[in-house]
């Protein structure tokens, strides 16, 4: 077990140097100058030409990538924010509870809606209800984030004022930006729990406690859902780190102020030190979530505990 | 016949809804267990046991199965009448089965203490700690330690998976167990180790037992009475003696030859020719007919009907109907 995890948080350090290069190089092959956009497209070349030296933006590229990374393992430094001249930490770490607020409230939605659908049409397989369950699945999963958003900031704020359209804070605020980014998973946790489901629900030892006079509400939980949890923790992990990519998303639609906007608003200002860090952190995040649910398993599993 | 039996199965008849068709899995089979007996339910694969079994439980799935006609009898209660609630008063407490591979039939996320205690606290009101020696003193019954209740079904053997589900078959001591082949998926030299812990259960708790089986030397050892099947119907049925002294039906001969003997070179004396009809194809006449030794013209033509040979003993077959007297000789 030990072991076990020891390996993975090995290949995770991997994975985020991967990840750390790959964004570094893209960056640098964006278009758009960091130091104009500082100075202002009046400043003279010469103090253009100092700033670049003072922020040592004109050594190679490897020298670069080489600084930052030392800075981020010696100091737990992401570097400084062209634009607020602030810790790139600092920035993310203010507004990342709000998109992990935003993320676990969807994914609460997505757990509890999900997997309550999931069961019913995989119990009533067939049926009309498990197809429109069904139906309404493959509608949530196609539909992307931003257009939901939109619509429903078009019929329940603008049309109905029942809730805010915009900001962040207060439960009204969170209820729509929740339900739009939950949808897709919703819909995923759905159909995973349902085939999930269906797998275990045809096996003998769920005949086995059918012969024992076993309730079928009670066969359907405690023998179906528990043997059936694996492959949807799976999807359930995997999805959190979907969220929170979709939570930028969102963020950006409903004004939210998060890692997403955060990030955007970078991209805009070829403030390039906290885009860097946000993808890393972000990527971070999701290679943790991962990991959770990997250990999740030793503990629904008895056999995966074991060895 | 004067007595009552404990179970009575009268004209049942279940079909499956396929992609292929309907299948005719059971057709109009009649067969009657009494108490303290032991009856041995023999046919082909697909003959139809399992799904007879399952009827008999209320547990077939539903859809694609559906029972189209006949009764199930138990200790009076038409089994299929009766509602949810008092089949799930039955199911465990009266009736238990042992299903064929015990890989499969114990819940692997669950220790096999628990899967025990599930079954005692379901049907006796008694507290966790009580129903869990209970559980204890029962695996120790089928020959497995008390300590290894804690363990979960992947650290046990087949046999061993096999004695914990006959231990919660066991546990509210049944009128009747149904057991569907429950040696098939073992190891030779377990199955008969098996078959002993079964036959010693038996006859010491003094249930009736369903024991279905292809193997006919375990039927002669263990059986009060033989139902042979064949094509969803018992074309045979009878006492143990009567059938190994005098079989009837052309099948049932056709079962007793294809025996292996072990003092000839040849494996199969003689085995019978052909498959089994497709079970969505409904045969008409005698549903034996197309494999049949000694197929008449009528067979062709006509479904034959129950001729009893003696009172315990019944065949569907032309052959005895209207000369009872003549077999008898
Ligand atoms: N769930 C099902 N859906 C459709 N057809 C089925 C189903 N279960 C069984 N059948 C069909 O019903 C027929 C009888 O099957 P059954 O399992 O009762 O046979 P069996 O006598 O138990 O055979 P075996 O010796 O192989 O266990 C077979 O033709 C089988 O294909
Ligand atoms: S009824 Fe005819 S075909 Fe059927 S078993 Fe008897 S002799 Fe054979
Ligand atoms: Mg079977």
Redesign the interface.
Request: charged fraction near 30%; charge should be positive; glycine fraction near 6%.
């Given at each position: 077990m030990l072991k076990f995890t020891l390996k993975r948080l090995a290949s995770l350090l991997l994975v985020l140097i991967g990840v750390s290069f790959l964004v570094f190089m893209l960056l640098s092959l964006t278009p758009g100058d960091p130091v104009r956009m500082m100075l202002g497209e009046s400043a003279t070349p010469e103090a253009q030409e100092a700033l670049r030296k003072e922020m040592g933006l004109d050594d190679p590229l490897l020298v670069q990538y080489g600084r930052y990374m030392k800075n981020i393992v010696v100091h737990q430094d992401l570097g400084t924010s062209y634009s607020t001249q602030r810790p790139v930490l600092d920035e993310i770490m203010n507004v990342f509870p709000n998109t992990v607020q935003l993320a676990v409230a969807a994914m609460v939605i997505a757990i509890i809606l999900g997997i309550f659908l999931g069961i019913i049409s995989a119990v009533k397989q067939n049926s009309l209800l498990d197809n429109i369950v069904m139906v309404l699945a493959l509608i949530g999963t196609s539909a992307p984030i931003f257009w939901i958003g939109i619509l429903m900031i078009l019929l329940f704020s603008v049309q109905l004022g029942w809730l805010p359209p915009s900001g962040f804070g207060s439960f009204e605020q969170l209820i729509m930006p929740a339900v739009a980014l939950g949808m897709q998973s919703t819909a995923v946790v759905a159909r995973m729990t349902r085939s999930s489901m269906l797998e275990v629900i045809r096996?003998?030892?769920v005949?086995?406690?059918?012969?024992?006079?076993?309730?079928?509400i009670v066969v359907i939980l405690k023998?179906v859902f528990?043997?059936a949890l694996i492959p949807i923790i799976t999807v359930v992990g995997l999805q959190f780190g979907t969220l929170l990519g979709g939570a930028m998303l969102t963020e950006v639609v409903f004004s939210i102020p998060g890692v997403g906007r955060l990030m955007i608003e970078a991209i805009k200002q070829r403030d390039f030190p906290i885009v860097q860090g946000s993808v890393l952190f972000v990527a971070a995040c999701f290679s943790l979530v991962n990991l959770a649910v990997d250990l999740l398993y030793a503990v629904?599993?008895?056999?995966v505990s074991?060895e | 016949m004067e007595k009552q039996n404990l179970l009575d199965i009268k004209n049942l008849s279940v079909e499956y809804k396929t992609e292929d068709g309907i299948v005719y899995a059971v057709n109009e089979l009649n067969m009657e267990i009494g108490h303290k007996e032991t009856l041995g339910f023999v046919g082909e694969t697909g003959a139809g046991k399992t799904t007879t079994a399952?009827t008999i439980?209320g547990?077939l799935p539903t859809p694609p199965g559906k029972v189209t006609s006949g009764e199930i009898l138990f200790d009076g209660r038409d089994m299929l009448k009766i509602s949810?609630k008092e089949?799930?008063?039955?199911?465990?407490?009266e009736i238990?089965?042992i299903?064929q591979?015990p890989m499969?039939?114990?819940?692997?996320?669950?220790k096999v203490g628990d899967q025990i205690v599930?079954?005692i606290r379901?049907?006796k009101t008694i507290s966790k700690k009580d129903a869990m020696e209970e559980a204890n003193k029962l695996l120790e019954m089928v020959g497995i330690r008390r300590e290894r209740a804690n363990d979960?079904p992947?650290?046990f053997s087949g046999g061993m998976k096999q004695r914990v589900?006959i231990a919660?078959a066991l546990a509210c001591q049944p009128k009747l167990i149904i057991a569907d082949e429950p040696t098939t998926a073992l190891d030779v030299t377990i199955q008969a180790q098996v078959m002993n812990l079964i036959k010693g259960f038996k006859e010491t708790l003094g249930t009736s037992m369903i024991l279905i089986t292809h193997d006919l030397g375990i039927v002669a050892e263990i059986c009060d009475k033989v139902a042979i099947m064949y094509a969803g119907q018992v074309v045979e049925y009878a006492d143990v003696e009567s059938i190994y002294m005098n079989p009837c039906h052309p099948y049932t001969k056709g079962l007793f030859n294809s025996i292996p003997k072990l003092d000839t070179e040849e494996e199969w004396l003689e085995e019978i020719h052909g498959l089994p009809p497709e079970p969505t194809e409904r045969i008409e006449g005698c549903s034996f007919s197309p494999r049949c030794p000694n197929c008449m013209k009528i067979c062709k033509h006509k479904k034959p009907g129950i001729t009893y040979i003696d009172e315990k003993h019944y065949v569907r077959c032309f052959l005895y109907e209207n000369q009872e007297v003549k077999t008898d000789e």
């Open positions: 096996q003998d030892f005949k086995t406690a059918r012969a024992k006079g076993q309730r079928e023998h528990r043997n629904v599993d008895p056999k074991k | 399952m439980m547990l949810d089949r799930r008063g039955i199911l465990g407490e238990s089965i299903f591979d499969t039939s114990l819940n692997p996320s669950m599930e079954m379901l049907h979960y992947h650290q589900v919660i």
